[in-house]
C-alpha cells in the first residue's frame, strides 16, 4: 500500500467539482502530487469523511505539519493522519522571552537547531531534563518567521516541528512546563515580585519589573537548583515531570497593599505575605502549590519561607509519625511560599526554601537545622533533649511504619556543646544536609537531604500529585 509522508507545500481546490489537489514533500521544490475527490455519486457519510480529510490537509498546511497520506492506487488519497510528534514546543518562541521543548529522553547534551531557508541557528539551552528542554531567553539571531525546530544529540537528532518565530512582544504568563495532563497538576509558579512592603509598613514598586533579564535568569537559576543537583528529591523517577511550572511577568501592575507579595523583615530578611498570593495568582487563571517570589531588593537579600496551609475539608492521603496520625493534604487554603532575590546564583537557597515551602503547618514542619530553636509545633526533621548533656537518642522517629535513625553527629559540623537539638541521620554522611548549614562545606550543590525529609517529601509532593 502506497504511502507519502511530508508536509503540506500546496494545495488547489476546485471546489464546484469537489477536487483537491495535494503537494506533499520536504520541500516546495519535491513534491508527490495526490488528490481527494467528492464524486456525485458518493454517500453522505463518504462526502463527511472526504472533507474532513481536505480539512485536515488545510490545517497541517497551516501549522506546517507533516502528515502521512495513504493512497492505495494512483494518487487518489484514501486516509490521511498525523503522527504523534517527538517534540512539541511549548508557547510560541519570542526573542528575549523563556521558551521550553517538551518531549521524552532528551540528552544532558541536547541542542535545540531552528532551521529556515537552508540555514540553522543552533541554540544551547540553560536546563536539560528528560523531559524538556529550557532556554532562558531565546537569541535574537533566531530569525523571525516559521521555523523548522529539532532536538540535537550525540544520541540522534529529533523529528522537526514547525514554530513560528518573533520578535515580541514578552509574554506576561508563559508556561515552561504543562505538567501531567489533569485539571489540577502539582504546580509551582515563580511570579517577578511587583510591590515591597517596608518595615515601617510603606509600599513601594519592586525594581525586579524594571529587569526582566535578572528575573529570567533567576528563574533559570531556581530550576537548575530544584532539578538538576546531586539532590534529586524532585526528580528522582521523573516526578518533576509531573509538575505545571509557571512564570509570571507582568510591568504593568501598579504598586498596592495587594501586590506587595513581600515584605521586609529585620535585618535584611525578606519573606512573602501569605494572604495575598493566591488572590494575585487568580488574576491569571493559576492555583499554585508552591509559589516562588523573585524580587529585587538589594538591602533585603536573606530568602526564606513559608510553609503550607493544607485544606483540611478536601482529600488527603494518611500517614503515621511516631504513631500519631497525620495527612498529607492535597489541596491548599495557602500555598507555600518562598521570598528569593532575582539576583540568586550561587548555593542551593531554592532547594534549602522549597523544602520549607513545600511542607504543612499542621501536618509537618520541615525546619532549619542550623539554629537549636525551632517554631514549635510538628517538626518533622527536628527533635529535642531534655538537656544538651544528655545522649542523642540512637532511634529518631519512626514514618509511616519505617524506623530513622539520628544523626550522631551532624557530619562535620559538630552539635554545639550548647544544642538540645538533634537530627535525622544523613543520606550521604560525609555531606551537610540541605536543611543545615551548607554554606560550611566545600561544595554546598552536593549537599543532599537527610533520609527522613527526603521520604516525607518524595511522598507528600506524589500525594498533590496523585490528585
Known sequence: MAETVGLVQKLKWNAPGGWLFAYLGPDPSSTTLLTVVIGPA?????????QGVMRLLEAAQLGGYPVAAVHPSGSVI????????????????IHGDFFAVSGAGFQPDSTLVFEMGGASVTV????????????GGLPANVPVGRNQLSVRSAAGTSSTVPVDVSAGPLTTVRVLHPGAPKAAPYTI????????????????????????PTY?????????NLFMQVEDVLAAQGLDARFRIVSIFDPTVSASANTALVQED???????????????????????????????STTHTRASAWFTSDDPARPSTAFTYDAAAHVHGHFNTVPGSAAIPASVS???????????????????????????????????????????????????ANYDGAGYTSDLNRDALGYPASWVSYHPVLIDPTRPDVMDNYWLTANPLLCRHDRLDYDFLRD??????SR
Open 460 to 465: 507528600r509532593i506524589g500525594a498533590k500529585a
Open 78 to 93: 484514501s486516509e490521511l493522519r498525523i503522527d504523534p510528534l517527538a517534540i512539541c514546543a511549548i508557547g510560541q518562541p
Open 266 to 296: 529585620a535585618p535584611d530578611i525578606m519573606e512573602t505575605r501569605r494572604a495575598v498570593l493566591a488572590p494575585f495568582l487568580a488574576r491569571y487563571g493559576e492555583n499554585a502549590d508552591v509559589v516562588i517570589a523573585l524580587h529585587g
Open 42 to 50: 458518493d454517500p453522505p457519510h463518504v462526502r463527511h469523511s472526504k
Open 124 to 135: 544551547t539551552p540553560d536546563m536539560v531534563r528528560p523531559h524538556l528542554v529550557l532556554v
Open 189 to 212: 509558579v515563580f511570579v517577578a515580585n511587583p510591590a515591597i512592603r517596608s518595615e515601617t509598613g510603606t509600599i513601594a514598586s519592586d525594581q525586579v519589573l524594571t529587569n526582566r
Open 346 to 396: 550561587t548555593g542551593l537557597t531554592p532547594l534549602h526554601e522549597f523544602g520549607h515551602a513545600a511542607s504543612d503547618f499542621t501536618n509537618g514542619m520541615i525546619v532549619d537545622l542550623y539554629v537549636d530553636g525551632g517554631p514549635g509545633g510538628f517538626q518533622v526533621n527536628k527533635k529535642f533533649r531534655a538537656l544538651s548533656t544528655d545522649p542523642i537518642p540512637n532511634n529518631f
Open 216 to 224: 529570567q535568569g533567576g528563574v533559570v537559576y531556581c530550576m537548575q
